[in-house]
């Protein structure tokens, strides 16, 4: 590879991560232009480790730095050498016999022949279809798993028990390890079409902090639960950088240029009109109805970790009626997982139908507890303002503007989609001052701009 090549894979490969959201600046790729320098290309997985430790800034990276990894250094070019293969269950036999070794080296072989022979779709010789799960559909791997441990068991002798389980656990890792490797064949097949960034940029997974609440799966909001308390340290130390600069306090002109006499005018020493720190109140009223709870969950969870920033923090959510949980959210920082089942089991949410009516939470809200409500109170709404075809009940919401101190609107959906269907956010929006926050990374920079001091 020439040295014009090298520079443009490293910079494609740093304006992919860059795309989603990974912070690389100069001195980070420079490092990893050395790196490249020092380590060759003949050891593959070797480089990816060095331009890994360079470019990223922790292991929660990963997940995205591998796969474009792969796009923008892969380990072949073109079809797999060789026969096309043709015969399925020929190839079912191997891969058994390469799980059973853990030959990684023939794993990797093997998933580039089961792409070239049953990835591919479309009729036209150019056609750049090539299908991971096509392809892991008509091997189906995951039915080796006795075959594998049948083998396993001649070769290194009878096991039972715990041991058995503890064998079943390493063949399905080892199967799973070859699923990967099929995507990352399918798409470097793809990439190599339609070209590198375009995949890229379209194909990769993005990190658990960008993807949106709405469409997030299991999986995705165990990761998010799971980063609650290292955001929440960082926004800490962030509110308390911004209340230390508040409590400077603002200049106090006449006092100023009182003092300026004794230097002839001259307002050397200005002097501040200091503030008397005084920690704010929070109040969150959150909808935890259908795809809405994952985004309502992990906000509750990151207000609940910095409740030390305010002199009180109380909870409230709702589907259609609406209950204090203020109580259950301080046991749901042990588990994070279980928040939700515990909130819609212990509370009362819902009364002669299951659908969300915010204009009967928000007036329940304001009639039972309004005296959660005052000067020093923010109040945050989350939720999505679709209500169904029910009255939105404006003059509650207006009530609660004119107790509190502040109030904030956080919609998970697309500012495209407000208005539209049952959506009641464009009336909202006008008496409360409302925001998009689709995921975790705009909700962290809303959260750190928003929250009073």
């Not at 920082?333 to 909130?343: F, H, K, N």
């Not at 075809?389 to 509190?404: E, F, G, K």
């Amino acid at each position: 590879m020439t040295a014009a090549g090298v520079t443009e894979r490293l910079t494609g490969l740093v304006g992919a991560l860059r795309a989603h959201g990974l912070r690389i600046g100069t001195g980070e790729t420079v490092d990893a232009a050395q790196a490249m320098e020092a380590l060759g290309f003949a050891d593959r997985e070797l480089l990816r480790e060095g331009l890994a430790a360079t470019l990223l800034h922790g292991t929660g990276q990963r997940p995205v730095f591998d796969p474009v990894f792969d796009l923008y250094f892969p380990h072949g070019v073109g079809a797999p050498q060789g026969e096309p293969a043709a015969d399925r269950e020929d190839l079912r036999d191997r891969l058994a016999a390469a799980l059973a070794a853990n030959d990684q080296a023939l794993m990797g072989q093997l998933a580039a022949e089961a792409v070239d022979g049953f990835g591919g779709y479309g009729n036209s010789p150019s056609s750049d279809g090539w299908s991971s799960y096509q392809t892991l559909d008509r091997l189906r791997p995951q039915t080796l798993l006795a075959r594998v441990r049948t083998s396993i068991r001649a070769e290194g002798g009878g096991r039972s028990g715990f041991t058995d389980r503890l064998l079943d656990d390493e063949i399905r890792q080892r199967i799973e390890g070859f699923r990967r490797q099929v995507a990352v064949e399918a798409r470097r097949r793809v990439a190599e079409r339609r070209g590198r960034d375009e995949i890229a940029r379209r194909a990769i997974a993005p990190t658990a902090d960008r993807v949106d609440f709405l469409f997030a799966g299991r999986a995705q909001l165990a990761e998010l639960r799971r980063a609650v308390q290292p955001l929440a340290r960082k926004l800490a130390t962030r509110l308390a950088a911004r209340r230390r600069r508040a409590s400077r306090g603002t200049i106090d002109l006449r006092r100023t240029l009182r003092g300026s006499l004794s230097t002839g005018g001259v307002p050397m020493r200005p002097v501040l009109r200091r503030r008397r720190p005084v920690r704010p109140e929070l109040v969150l009223l959150c909808d935890v109805s259908g795809s809405v709870s994952g985004f309502s969950d992990f906000t509750m969870l990151l207000v609940q970790a910095l409740h030390d920033q305010f002199s009180k923090v109380r909870v409230f959510a709702f589907v259609n009626r609406l209950d204090e949980v203020t109580p259950l959210l301080v046991h749901g920082t042990a588990d994070p997982e279980g928040l939700g089942t515990r909130i819609r089991d212990e509370a009362t949410l819902t009364g002669w139908h299951g659908s969300s009516d915010y204009g009967v939470a928000l007036g329940e809200f304001a009639e039972r507890y309004g005296d959660a409500v005052g000067p020093r109170t923010t109040v945050f709404v989350l939720g999505d303002a679709r209500t169904n075809m029910s009255d939105p009940n404006l003059p509650a919401v207006r009530q609660i503007t004119q107790r509190a101190r502040r109030v904030y609107w956080l919609n998970p959906e697309q500012r495209a989609q407000w208005g539209t269907g049952d959506s009641a956010a464009p009336d909202y929006a006008e008496l409360v001052e409302m925001h998009e926050c689709r995921n975790a990374q705009q909700l962290s920079a809303l959260v750190g701009r928003l929250l009073p001091i």
